[in-house]
Nanobody, 124 residues
Framework: QGQLVESGGDSVQVGGSLRLSCAAS????????MGWFRQAPGEEREGVAA???????IYADSVKGRFTISKDNAKKLLNLQMNNLKPEDTAMYYC??????????????????WGQGTQVTVSA
């Protein structure tokens, strides 16, 4: 039984940076597509960034140019470098994975395995 464990969430001011990490035991090798999702109170879970097992990377328009996703297959780590944070980035951030290649990389319904989440709060 594998698991995904996120870390790195914190409270920061507008314009600050955070680096989230997801340690994947069992669900994070090279054949897994992995992604970051977030959910603010009262909102639906949305895709932030994802790396397809075949290599392509995709970002939500709202984070392009500010967030960078990276995956270390050997260490089974998924990272999300977040720069120039805005109040609207405040949410619980989740790591997710699935075996193979989904049709829609940023659709949370495509993913099978989820972590417990790490909270990111951005204040003005």
């Amino acid at each position: 039984q594998g698991q995904l464990v996120e870390s790195g969430g914190d409270s920061v001011q507008v314009g600050g940076s955070l680096r989230l990490s997801c340690a994947a035991s069992g669900y994070g090798g090279s054949y897994y597509t992995m992604g970051w999702f977030r959910q603010a109170p009262g909102e639906e879970r949305e895709g932030v960034a994802a790396i397809d097992s075949g290599g392509p990377i995709i970002y939500a328009d709202s984070v392009k140019g500010r967030f960078t996703i990276s995956k270390d297959n050997a260490k089974k780590l998924l990272n999300l470098q977040m720069n120039n944070l805005k109040p609207e980035d405040t949410a619980m951030y989740y790591c997710a994975s699935l075996w193979g290649r989904p049709v829609r990389l940023l659709d949370p319904n495509e993913y099978d395995y989820w972590g417990q989440g790490t909270q990111v709060t951005v204040s003005a």
